[in-house]
Structures are given as C-alpha cells and as structure tokens.
C-alpha cells in the first residue's frame, strides 16, 4: 500500500511560479508510473505532467514548455513556472502499484492518490 501527501500548492500571481511536491510512503516508487493531474471547479480531472518507470516525461499541451515533472527516490515533483489564472485548479499526484512505461496522462491504471493541494493564480 502506498500513501501519498502532496504539498506546495498556494496562491501566486500570474507569470510566477510554484513548486509541487508528492511523498510517497509504504513502498517504494521509483520504478512506477507517476503523474500530476488537476481539477478546476466545474470541470473533469485531466492529466498534467507523468513520469513513466524509465524516466521518460509526457505533458498535456497546455503546460508544455511551463511545467516540469521530475522524481527523486520517493518523491514527486511539479515546478510550475509562468502560471495563469486557468492554472488555477486542486493539483493531486497518483502512481502506478508497478513498473510501467508510455506516457500516461489518463486515469486508468493510477491505484493510489493523494488529497491535493491547492494552486490559486490571480
């Protein structure tokens, strides 16, 4: 069993930026499928930024260039750089409970999350 327990989230104003952290405890993560998705008020949860078992990244195009996800041992990482106000949203991390591979900004096949933290750009 895995937990996760994001923090970092705040208010910022647009064109600044903030960094995401996830911790994850109880088994080790570092070979899993990792990702950051997000839900603003009224609207689906969609995928951000994943980080597969081989290190390769995948973004949604309306982070590309701005967002950076990276890993490090047990711990997940979101820098968010030139936010906007459509950045605003609940930010949750997910992983895989094994090894895979491919892009996975989609919710299918993350067991476990975490409660999310909130980023507010104004």
């Known amino acids: 069993h895995v937990q996760l327990v994001e923090s970092g989230g705040g208010s910022v104003q647009a064109g600044g930026s903030l960094r995401l952290s996830c911790a994850a405890t109880g088994n080790s993560v570092s070979r899993y499928c990792m990702a950051w998705f997000r839900r603003a008020p009224g609207q689906e949860r969609e995928g951000v930024a994943a980080?597969?078992?081989?290190?390769s990244r995948s973004y949604a195009d309306s982070v590309k260039g701005r967002f950076t996800v990276s890993k490090d041992k047990n711990t997940l990482y979101l820098q968010m750089n030139s936010l906007k106000p459509e950045d605003t949203a609940m930010y949750y991390c997910a992983t895989f409970s094994a090894f895979c591979r491919g892009e996975r900004l989609w919710e299918a096949g993350y067991d476990y999350w975490g409660q999310g933290t909130q980023v507010t750009v104004s």
């Open positions: 980080i597969d078992g081989d290190g």
